[in-house]
T-cell receptor, first 117, second 110 residues
Framework: ETGVTQSPTHLIKTRGQQVTLRCSSQ?????VSWYQQALGQGPQFIFQ???????GRGNFPPRFSGLQFPNYSSELNVNALELDDSALYLC????????????????FGPGTRLTVL | GQNIDQPTEMTATEGAIVQINCTYQ??????LFWYQQHAGEAPTFLSY??LDGLEEKGRFSSFLSRSKGYSYLLLKELQMKDSASYLC???????????WGAGTKLIIKP
């Protein structure tokens, strides 16, 4: 158990719909990153939030957006869902916004499995 | 471009030793991480290397050569519970993001 929780665990949507995924970070962690992991692949970085602001983004279109709240919990929103959005969505929390170091280890939540039909 | 390569799958015997290799080509480097991921679960941190050499942690060791863009994870005294995917990830520079390999599925046989 890492102390990072995500909801829902599983979700089924249809093409064109919108989805919101939620993440509660580990206590004391102010930075949350979101990753998309397709089956049999490594995670792909979507974006990172530090103190309620996005401060890093991977190669994902604008229909992937997020929020971070004052308590450092976070949401990932995906609009106009496509079949290829089917994946495991992981959030990871850590303390600090600097370069990842040993003592800034990211702790991952259990993920949300999204299926788009 | 960014490229991280690992073997797709490896098989080893319980009690033996296995070495999982990772080669990388990335723009910017701030350390290399190894994570373990059991099927259907989140990745869990195993090791971090930023300087050349070997880091040992119990049954697991990780090695880095920055000049060769190469790392390996060494697992000793293999146990059945070590059956999992092992992901190599490189820390990039300005965005502090991790670039991940596709993972190596390790199968342990009795």
């Amino acid at each position: 158990e890492t102390g990072v929780t995500q909801s829902p665990t599983h979700l089924i949507k249809t093409r064109g719909q919108q989805v919101t995924l939620r993440c509660s970070s580990q206590s004391g962690h102010n930075t949350v990153s979101w990753y998309q992991q397709a089956l049999g692949q490594g995670p792909q970085f979507i974006f990172q939030y530090y103190r309620e602001e996005e401060n890093g983004r991977g190669n994902f279109p604008p229909r992937f957006s997020g929020l971070q709240f004052p308590n450092y919990s976070s949401e990932l929103n995906v609009n106009a869902l496509e079949l290829d959005d089917s994946a495991l969505y992981l959030c990871a929390s850590r303390n600090g916004q600097g370069i990842l170091r040993f003592n800034d280890t990211q702790y991952f939540g259990p993920g949300t499995r999204l299926t788009v039909l | 471009g960014q490229n991280i390569d690992q073997p797709t799958e490896m098989t080893a015997t319980e009690g033996a030793i296995v070495q999982i290799n990772c080669t990388y080509q990335t723009s910017g480097f701030n350390g290399l991480f190894w994570y373990q991921q059991h099927a259907g679960e989140a990745p869990t941190f195993l090791s971090y290397n930023v300087l050349d050499g070997l880091e040992e942690k119990g049954r697991f060791s990780s090695f880095l050569s920055r000049s060769k863009g190469y790392s390996y994870l060494l697992l000793k005294e293999l146990q059945m519970k070590d059956s999992a995917s092992y992901l190599c990830a490189v820390g990039k520079d300005s965005n502090y993001q991790l670039i991940w390999g596709a993972g190596t599925k390790l199968i342990i046989k009795p």
